[in-house]
């Protein structure tokens, strides 16, 4: 049973922070570090039952999952998109989940940016009805493609806020990855701030690497205290991967909540 939430928050991706453990013993993981939420990717292939019984056990949140994995800038796909978007809100709401996280798709070669840009709003505001009704909140993520994925179409958060710009839904906005957004632009302090309406959900990471918080360039206390004091209600993602004792990282990044 989801709880009341103020303010910033952690939240645990399991399935990299306790990659390879089944899922109700990373859930277990998370309580004992003294986190109160937890996320995941594909609940496709989950058993859901068992991630329910966990959660209510250790009285947690299932802070956010995926939708399916479909491109949302190819509009012969659109089709897919909202069946897999529409089968992932039931999926979310009987996890009894606010957050959607979706990819938007690689980028199309021989197709103009600006007609792929089109078919990523389409799609989006296509999507906001469903989730307007269902009172669920999806969050497109721009991703590097420097590091860990070439070819993807959104790798920029300015480029992501013109997009929920033009959608006009409060149930369409951007999970702000700050590892990502380190490498492909930098000025995150300023980027999230400025934008801090259209974020919906946040992920970090140790930048470079993609390990603790505590290793690489990114200072975190400063970072959360920033979108702390602008006024955002909900959860930051700890999607990493570790080098260390996982329960130890998790607990020093509780001190900074």
């Not at 109700?24 to 859901?48: K, S, T």
């Not at 991703?143 to 149930?171: C, K, M």
């Not at 919906?200 to 930048?207: E, L, V």
Request: glycine share 8%; proline share 5%; charged share 20%.
């Amino acid at each position: 049973m989801t709880k009341p939430r103020t303010g910033l928050q952690p939240s645990v991706c399991i399935d990299a922070i306790f990659e390879g453990l089944p899922a109700v013993q990373a859930i277990q993981n998370v309580a004992d570090c003294g986190i109160q939420a937890f996320e995941f990717w594909g609940w496709w292939d989950r058993d859901l039952d068992a991630i329910i019984q966990a959660r209510d056990l250790h009285q947690l949140t299932v802070s956010a999952c995926c939708t399916h994995f479909i491109s949302l800038v190819d509009p012969d796909r659109r089709d897919d998109y909202l069946a897999g978007l529409e089968a992932s809100i039931a999926a979310a709401q009987r996890l009894d989940c606010q957050t959607l996280i979706s990819q938007v798709g690689d980028f199309r070669p021989g197709i103009d940016r600006e007609s792929q840009f089109r078919a990523l709003v389409d799609g989006l505001q296509q999507a906001a009805p469903m989730l307007e009704a269902a009172g669920i909140t999806l969050v497109i993520e721009p991703l590097n493609e420097w590091v860990d994925h070439p070819g993807y179409f959104l790798t920029r958060s300015d480029e992501a806020f013109a997009a929920i710009d033009q959608v006009g839904s409060d149930r369409v906005k951007v999970v702000f990855d700050i590892y990502h957004q380190q490498i492909s632009e930098g000025n995150v302090i300023e980027n999230i701030t400025r934008n801090i309406a259209k974020i919906g959900h946040f992920h970090a990471a140790g930048n470079p690497g993609r390990h603790e918080l505590t290793c690489g360039e990114l200072h975190y206390p400063s970072i959360f205290a920033a979108i702390a004091e602008s006024g955002f209600e909900g959860f930051v993602g700890l999607e990493y991967w570790p080098k260390d004792d996982p329960a130890a990282g998790l607990r020093q990044v509780v001190s900074w909540f």
